[in-house]
């Protein structure tokens, strides 16, 4: 496999621009045998979440791969993981992070996101979510415990995700630390380009997730990976349809999160840097129809927690 490019982020911190998402139903063993698996395949930027329950099971994948020689360190290896909604309170979010570095037996994470710029209860652990057990975030003060948590070394940079412009610009106005990403469904046919933009003269590193259209959950959709366009742009380069919507995202300068456990399309989904699109090709996928895959409420499980959600990220 080739090497995957980095991105330097404001922090200096340089980032493989393709990292392997763990979001997943499948289990803690087989999550740990797809970490092995793709660090194997050239993988080094893993993103997780407290939430995803999915820590654990990387961590102790990344340790095998250590054991069998696959790297040296875990220093070559970036870690993102997140503050769930249930941490997002400002006397709990330094227990968030230290959590999830005991899930994942680490010191530090490379990165830390705001998952959702929401207060959950953290009395809740399944779905449907009441709108009772929803409020606001103090931005505010949650940000200045992101903050504490660099100072004190547990991470080595911050940001967000799932932030509008809105939500960013309220956030700079504070911050004595800028969020270094803003981590947001991207796809061919969700281009959020006015985000991008507005994060581009900010100096905030976009990374695109659900790049395919969040395939394979209870709440995306195929239309990525079914579309006549990408399609027949694939046949004609030779490639998968996932490979070219994969390329088409990176060449909009953002990195990306893909997620397979299978062993085949792990690899196929960093076999895109040694060849790249036409303008014509870009500009067709570029025209597509735009639709959104995550939608709130279907992961919540209610249609009215979702206008909560929306109107306050």
Not at 247 to 254: A, C, H, L
Request: proline share 5%.
């Amino acid at each position: 496999m080739g090497v995957v490019p980095m991105a330097t982020l404001s922090s200096g911190q340089s980032m493989p621009v393709v990292g392997m998402g763990t979001m997943s139903m499948v289990g803690p063993e087989a999550t740990k045998a797809a970490v092995v698996e793709a660090i194997r395949a050239g993988y080094r930027h893993f993103d997780t979440s407290y939430s995803y329950r999915s820590e654990q099971p990387l961590g102790e994948g990344i340790r095998e791969a250590l054991g069998l020689g696959l790297i040296e360190s875990r220093d070559e290896l970036f870690i993102t993981t997140k503050l769930a909604c249930g941490f997002a309170d400002p006397p709990l979010v330094l227990h968030g992070i230290k959590a999830s570095l005991r899930n994942l037996e680490m010191e530090y994470v490379d990165m830390y996101l705001i998952h959702i710029p929401l207060k959950l209860n953290p009395k809740v652990h399944k779905v449907p979510v009441s709108k009772e057990d929803i409020s606001a975030i103090d931005l505010k003060g949650v940000w200045e415990k992101m903050e504490e948590s660099q100072n004190l070394g547990l991470t080595k940079a911050i940001g967000v995700s799932n932030f509008s412009p809105k939500k960013l610009e309220e956030l700079l106005s504070f911050a004595k630390i800028p969020p270094v990403i803003n981590q947001v469904e991207m796809s061919p046919l969700w281009h959020q380009s006015k985000l991008r933009e507005f994060c581009k003269a900010k100096g905030i590193h976009v990374t695109a997730y659900s790049p395919l259209g969040a395939v394979g959950t209870n709440w995306g959709h195929n239309k990525v990976v079914d579309s006549d366009v990408i399609l027949q742009i694939a046949k004609a380069k030779g490639k998968t349809t996932a490979q070219i919507a994969l390329r088409w995202v990176y060449e909009q300068g953002v990195s990306i999160v893909a997620k397979s456990f299978d062993k085949e399309r792990m690899r196929q989904n960093i076999d895109i840097f040694d060849w790249s699109l036409s303008e014509e090709e870009s500009a067709k996928i570029g025209q597509l129809p735009q639709h959104k895959a995550v939608v709130f409420a279907n992961i919540y499980g209610q249609h009215d927690v979702v206008l909560d959600l929306d109107a306050q990220l």
